[in-house]
């Protein structure tokens, strides 16, 4: 990929709009100990309402939040995010989610600085999703990001721009990313049937007695057995889903030998009749690699099955 180049650093007289998030009043933090409250009372009295607006999900736990600057080399710095105790539930009745809320307007800029920052880490011991106790951590490295100030007293986080191709560009705010998690395969297999449920019944469908069984396959592949019953007006029928999953050193992932059963016999010859449909579907492997965060590419995937689920990705 191209990198967009970095323009040069306190040019505030750059005739490209500046793509900048207002976090505070001017003016900017200038010791770690200015730059973690400016940030942490960001986190914890800006960023729930954000949420709030958004009827898809419900956040709480973010006024417990703590953020933590400290030196690096030089006069860099680490930005340490604990989320841990932070609780996001989703509605999986709402088809539609809401316009994102508006932020402060930026105005004209008057001064920039580098922020100084080398990286970001946010983590969770644990945060809870959609009742799992999730252990989170994500680690942005290669920060780009400057404190901008506006003629309104506004402070706020600014994208750098550079040039890429002769053109003008926004510089990506990080060269790497880790996104790391795990948690017990019973309360992920719990939150997905929750949610499968209430999407089910949101359509007229009830859905019962639906278990789930991921099992290690080798280093990198996983067995998934899946069973449930459904139940759409008159029609009744038991489930069953399985196959053996493999990811490969060029990231795509494999679904082999794939089969949906039933113990319904009209259901079952129903199947038959799909069955090769349902393998033609599902031969193609799925690229991981279009889980890129453009212009970050997915570099490395991991995953641990067992008691607890974890999956590690890697982009740069």
Known sequence: ??????????????????????????????????????????????????????????????????????????????????????????????????????????????????????????????????????????????????????????????LRQGTAGGEAATVFPVDTLLIDVSARQREVVDALVSIVTESGESQGIHVSDVDLELTQAGPRGAHLHASGKVRRGFLRASLLFTTEAQLGDDLKLQLINPRLTSRNPLIGLLLLAVRSQIREELKDPIDLRDLQLDPLKLADAQFEVGERLRLRLQYD
């Not at 005739?15 to 730059?35: C, F, G, Q, W």
């Not at 690096?72 to 088809?95: C, M, N, P, R, S």
């Open 1 to 158: 990929m191209e990198t967009p180049q970095h323009g040069p650093e306190g040019d505030a007289s750059s005739e490209v709009e500046p793509e900048a998030l207002v976090i505070a009043t001017a003016p900017r933090p200038t010791t770690p100990e200015a730059v973690s409250r400016v940030l942490e009372r960001f986190v914890r009295e800006v960023m729930p309402p954000i949420f709030d607006a958004d009827n898809t999900m419900d956040v709480r736990g973010l006024d417990l939040a703590r953020v933590t600057a400290h030196p690096l080399a030089g006069d860099l710095l680490g930005i340490d995010i604990d989320l841990t105790g932070v609780q996001v539930t989703f509605d999986a009745t709402v088809e539609e989610a809401p316009p994102l809320p508006e932020f402060p307007e930026f105005g004209t800029e008057v001064a920039r600085t580098d922020a100084r920052v080398a990286e970001v880490r946010v983590r969770g011991l644990p945060v809870r999703i959609q009742g799992a106790e999730v252990e989170a951590s994500i680690t942005a490295a290669g920060v780009h990001v400057d404190w901008a100030e506006d003629d309104r007293g506004q402070l706020a986080l600014a």
